[in-house]
């Protein structure tokens, strides 16, 4: 089965790190980019950034840049989305999303993992 | 804030048709293909439509999408309360090098 399978729930304090994943099996790993869309409580869709696994070329959205760090394990077929100094305005779900279509321009999501909660409270 | 606008909220019967807007501009809707998603409560985003109008393998044939312009429409018809769900665009930004999608709209099957 072609799926993606994503880490568990994460409680984090303002100021800590942390690293959640993103496994995809069923597929040839490093034949297709993983993104990460962020969702924060009751608004909408966010694309943050994307990463193709076959060579870690990796692009953030400028809102993103600077601010998480995507990356990937292709030897585990697992990507990766990490912050060094976690905000209480980090809190939310976070999606890793696989687009099909031949290149950015006519990129379209067409498998998602479940979503991984992030909540950051003191 | 979004570069892609969409209605707020949507509301229709069971058994009617309705339509929901995305609007952009030359950098994005104009001048890419627009995907279409579907979020039930709870659970993440599907595939709807791609391509502007090509529904995926096991997407009902109620749902279509089509684009003019800087654009684009999903229209759903014979309306079920399992389509009460949120329903985003979204396209490629051409000015940003960035996915974009909408705000998001909000169908309510009365």
């Known amino acids: 089965e072609v799926q993606l399978v994503q880490s568990g729930a994460e409680v984090k304090k303002p100021g800590e790190s942390l690293k959640i994943s993103c496994k995809g099996s069923?597929?040839?790993?490093?034949?297709?980019?993983i993104g990460w869309v962020r969702q924060m409580p009751g608004k909408g869709l966010e694309w943050m950034g994307i990463?193709?696994?076959?060579?870690?070329?990796?692009r953030y959205s400028p809102s993103f840049q600077g601010q998480v760090t995507i990356s990937a394990d292709k030897s585990i077929t697992t990507a990766y989305l990490q912050w060094s100094s976690l905000k209480a305005s980090d809190t939310a779900m976070y999606y890793c999303?696989?687009?099909?279509?031949?290149?950015?321009?006519?990129?379209?999501?067409?498998?998602w993992g479940r979503g991984t909660l992030v909540t950051v409270s003191s | 804030q979004s570069v892609l606008t969409q209605p707020p909220s949507v509301s229709a019967a069971p058994g009617q048709k309705v339509t929901i807007s995305c609007s952009g501009s030359?950098?994005?809707?104009?001048?890419?293909?627009i995907s279409w998603y579907q979020q039930l409560p709870g659970t993440a985003p599907k595939l709807l439509i791609y391509?502007?109008?090509k529904r995926p393998s096991g997407i009902s044939d109620r749902f279509s999408g089509s684009k003019s312009g800087t654009s684009a429409t999903l229209g759903i018809t014979g309306l079920q309360t399992g389509d009460e769900a949120d329903y985003y665009c979204?396209?490629?930004?051409?000015?940003?090098?960035?996915?974009?999608f909408g705000v998001g709209t909000k169908l309510t099957v009365l």
């Open positions: 391509d502007n109008n």
């Open positions: 999303a696989r687009p099909s279509g031949i290149a950015a321009p006519g990129w379209y999501f067409d498998l």
């Open positions: 069923g597929y040839s790993f490093t034949s297709y980019w």
């Open positions: 990463i193709y696994p076959g060579d870690s070329d990796t």
């Open positions: 979204g396209t490629w930004d051409s000015s940003l090098s960035a996915v974009v």
């Open positions: 030359s950098s994005n809707i104009g001048n890419n293909y």
